[in-house]
């Protein structure tokens, strides 16, 4: 039985009302505008939200075992009870644990029995009868009860170790409120702090520094709070007036300062607050100046700059000591091929990641004494990786030590924590993430190829299969993944429940096209402003070049992309829908034009300096020609799986709930188009480990399904 002719019930059709919109002599007509709702309550919005998922799951009704049968798979490879990789802070060991059955984590701590032992996995898990016991500072799963939705984005002790302050969101709207608790007793200190953002850090044991939100969802707002007053006495320590700017914090790996950083999508400045005296205010490090991107980090006399300008677009290194911050030395000049991207400071080493190539890559210094001055840096050695493409990404490391701690994966390896001693050049692999169910990192393979764009632009490609797949004659099912926005870089991760799309013979690739960040600064300006097409026409390219290179078909190519990446989904859909069987939009940016030209809509001011501002005609036009809300048109398209959240403050839900009625009133196919919204989550979507996993198997069965892959899929059907 063909799914066009599969007995489900018919989508529902949104009404129809005119919104008229002129600007530059254009005219648009959106008939579907009534769908926002920015108090998420209107009784009319919400009945055709639930229609929609009721079409959804009706549609999806007769595989729902099949569903439940690939989120028990999935589930069966998790290591259920387990802990992170402990962190030496003081004297103390810091992880996680998770239990089984559990969605969320415990915050735990045990005390140092020997310093003269390194920290292992084993030593943590208080097994020995000598060994101290374990304090649960934190259980995640009892603060969740109760809440759909349930997330701790900070989770900061104080430099005594005898309190621990953490931000709470129990909606998904990134909006959050920061307690205050006693370590030992769990107790409450204080009465917390409301409308915060994420970012919250100690400036020492009795101050609090902390940033709160706008009208319109910018951080605005940095704070200074003594413990033991009212929230309405904290001193604002900075308020960045700017509207294309928000604001977060960091603390030195040092602990002597907090920056608080001020940044737009090219432009970047800092505040230094001592943390010893936090009364004292925030000091302007360096004005603000357009293009430049500072980051700062702290060692003894000296502070360190990562610099970023439109010439040095790769970034440079520079030292300047404290009581004159003018005096800078270039340690590590700019490159055209390389780009820094993040610097870790030691007491006697430098840890200074950077990507060639496409590829991330950690090199080590060592320092001259804390108290001397830094002007230049001497040799220098570089880590080893083995996979063709990989992701690395640093870790908290202990400031006094020696030892780098720092994350590598690739598509077929799972999440490892390893320790470096940047004085011996040993690596050791302190943890890596349990996979259970017989996997073999062995039986797969990965592969970087590169795609050429129509302007001879290299675009890299990393793939992974099985190492068993009979051959690549194009009959093998392939889901390809692209974002390409924000600098953002998009590296080969591993990913358990991926196992159960390769090992039913699918290969999976992602597309690192222009406006990311994977090659370099001006990888990221070619696909921004008037070049955002590249990001489109790169990913096309491509998804041609698996097609030409025998890797799947167009009968079997699916592809799948998040938010910004979601705008990707949505643009390649309207240029090349017949390129693709099936596509995934997660919480995806659809309507750019009417959301980049209403001011009152969360990050559209901050945004102007990465989609243009369409307030001006060239940028208007430029961004109506690929707004897939407004480039809908009467023509086939694949079948399309649409997600979105209610509370969603990045991404409005009516977005996607908007392409999707335009989609189904004007294509000219019969595939299927589904939109599933959460009513009780926002861009993150589920904050639960196994509800992410649930969502997991259900893209993955509207996958399958569509690609006729689920055995005796017509006799399962109602």
């Not at 070049?545 to 705008?567: M, T, V």
């Not at 940028?619 to 979105?644: A, E, G, R």
Request: glycine fraction near 6%.
């Amino acid at each position: 039985m063909s799914l066009s002719k599969l007995p489900v019930n018919s989508p529902p059709a949104a009404k129809k009302v005119e919104h008229v919109m002129e600007m530059f002599g254009d005219l648009r007509i959106d008939h579907h505008y009534w769908l926002r709702d920015d108090s998420r309550s209107d009784s009319d919005v919400i009945s055709h939200l639930q229609q929609e998922n009721a079409y959804t799951n009706s549609f999806m009704s007769g595989t729902k075992e099949f569903e439940e049968q690939l989120f028990a798979e999935i589930k069966g490879r998790i290591k259920e009870e387990d802990i992170s990789a402990p962190r030496r802070k003081g004297p103390y060991y810091y992880y996680t644990r998770t239990l089984e059955g559990k969605e969320y984590v415990q915050h735990c701590r045990r005390f140092i029995l020997n310093n003269e032992v390194p920290p292992s996995v084993h030593d943590v898990m208080g097994t020995g009868p000598n060994d101290p016991p374990e304090h649960v500072i934190l259980d995640e799963n009892v603060k969740a009860q109760g809440n759909e939705y349930y997330s701790i984005d900070a989770f900061e002790v104080s430099p005594n170790h005898k309190l621990v302050a953490y931000a709470e969101d129990t909606k998904g709207d990134e909006v959050y409120t920061v307690y205050v608790m006693d370590v030992e007793t769990g107790d409450l200190v204080e009465k917390p702090l409301t409308g915060t953002t994420s970012s919250v850090q100690w400036a020492g044991n009795d101050f609090l520094v902390y940033g709160t939100i706008d009208e319109v969802h910018r951080s605005d707002k940095v704070w200074l709070h003594k413990l033991g007053t009212d929230q309405s006495s904290d001193s604002c320590l900075y308020h960045e007036k700017d509207d294309k700017f928000c604001l977060g914090l960091a603390a030195s790996e040092s602990e002597k300062y907090i920056f608080i950083v001020s940044d737009s999508q090219c432009t970047r400045s800092v505040l230094y607050i001592d943390v010893s005296n936090p009364e004292g205010g925030a000091k302007v490090f360096a004005p603000c100046v357009h293009g430049v991107d500072i980051t700062v980090s702290h060692r003894g006399n000296h502070f360190f700059i990562q610099r970023r300008t439109d010439e040095l677009f790769n970034s440079e290194l520079l030292a300047c000591p404290v009581d004159n911050i003018c005096a800078t030395t270039v340690l590590i000049p700019h490159r055209e091929s390389t780009k820094i991207w993040h610097v870790q400071l030691f007491a006697d080493h430098l840890a200074v990641y950077e990507r060639e190539n496409g590829l991330p890559k950690i090199t080590t210094y060592q320092l001259p004494a804390i108290d001397e001055p830094v002007t230049s840096l001497a040799g220098g050695q570089t880590v080893d990786f083995i996979d063709p493409v990989y992701c690395v990404d640093s870790e908290e490391s202990e400031f006094s030590s020696s030892i780098l701690r720092f994350s590598y994966s690739s598509l077929r390896t799972p999440l490892s924590v390893y320790e470096y001693d940047m004085n011996t050049g040993i690596c050791v692999l302190k943890k890596i993430e349990t996979v259970l169910g017989g996997f073999d990192s062995s039986n797969f393979i990965t592969e970087r190829k590169w795609a050429t764009a129509s302007d001879g632009t290299q675009i890299p490609i990393s793939i992974v299969y099985r190492k068993d797949l009979v051959k690549l004659d194009g009959s093998h099912p392939l889901l390809l993944y692209g974002y390409g926005s924000y600098e953002m870089s998009i590296d080969p991760t591993f990913k358990a429940s991926m196992l159960s799309l390769l090992d039913r013979g699918f290969s999976y690739a992602i597309a690192h096209i222009r406006g990311g960040g994977e090659m370099g600064r001006q990888w990221y300006e070619n696909g921004k402003f008037l070049k955002k097409k590249n990001t489109f026409t790169d990913f096309i390219t491509c998804a041609e070049f698996l097609i030409e290179q025998r890797y799947c078909s167009k009968e079997n190519l699916c592809i799948e992309g998040r938010s910004a990446g979601g705008l990707l989904i949505g643009s390649v859909l309207n240029m090349r829908p017949d390129l693709f069987k099936a596509a995934i939009a997660g919480v995806p940016f659809l309507d750019v034009l009417t959301t980049m030209l209403d001011p009152s809509i969360h990050l559209t001011t901050e945004e102007w300096e990465e989609w243009g501002d369409p307030s001006e005609e060239e940028f208007y036009f430029y961004m109506k020609s690929y707004s897939p809300v407004d480039n809908v048109k009467p023509q086939n398209y694949p079948n399309i799986l649409v997600t979105t959240g209610l509370h969603d403050p990045r991404v409005l839900y009516s977005e996607p709930a908007k392409f999707v009625a335009k989609l189904r009133s004007m294509k000219t196919d019969d595939n299927v188009v589904l939109l599933k919204c959460d009513l009780c989550a926002g861009h993150s979507s589920k904050s639960g480990r196994f509800e992410k996993l649930q969502e997991d198997a259900f893209k993955y069965t509207f996958l399958l399904k569509v690609l006729n892959m689920i055995p005796d899929l017509g006799s399962a059907q109602n």
